[in-house]
């Protein structure tokens, strides 16, 4: 059963950081996409950078939403099986619940239909 624990959340200032943290138990994580998604009052939940754990054929292996290009760096350990978040500069409009997701398959990166395996979401607020 593959189990996914989300840490790292926390109140910051506009202009800080912070780093997120997903650790994966229950197999063996190579050749999968890590998903960070994101999901605000109101809103739908959106795809925040993804990291393939394989080795990638073509194609990239990160890929992150126009909003945090820039601002956002999606990391691996996989020694540890975690994926780390990376957030600088971060704005009011970051304010979420971030959550981390896991799939084996191919197709769209940030469609969060295709997910199976979700952490359970770590809070970030940005105040301005």
């Known amino acids: 059963q593959v189990q996914l624990m989300e840490s790292g959340g926390g109140s910051v200032q506009a202009g800080g950081s912070l780093r997120l943290s997903c650790a994966a138990s229950?197999?063996?994580?190579?050749?999968?996409?890590m998903t960070w998604f994101r999901q605000a009052p109101g809103k739908e939940r959106e795809g925040v950078a993804a990291?393939?754990?394989?080795?990638?054929?073509?194609?990239?292996?990160?890929y992150y939403t126009d909003s945090v290009k820039g601002r956002f760096t999606i990391s691996q350990d996989s020694a540890k099986n975690t994926v780390y978040l990376q957030m600088n500069s971060l704005e009011p409009e970051d304010t979420a619940m971030y959550y981390c997701?896991?799939?084996?398959?191919?197709?769209?990166?940030?469609?969060?239909?295709?997910?199976?395996?979700w952490g359970q979401g770590t809070q970030v607020t940005v105040s301005s």
């Open positions: 229950g197999g063996t994580f190579s050749g999968y996409w």
């Open positions: 997701a896991a799939d084996r398959a191919g197709g769209t990166v940030f469609d969060p239909a295709k997910y199976p395996y």
């Open positions: 990291i393939y754990t394989g080795k990638v054929v073509r194609g990239p292996s990160t």
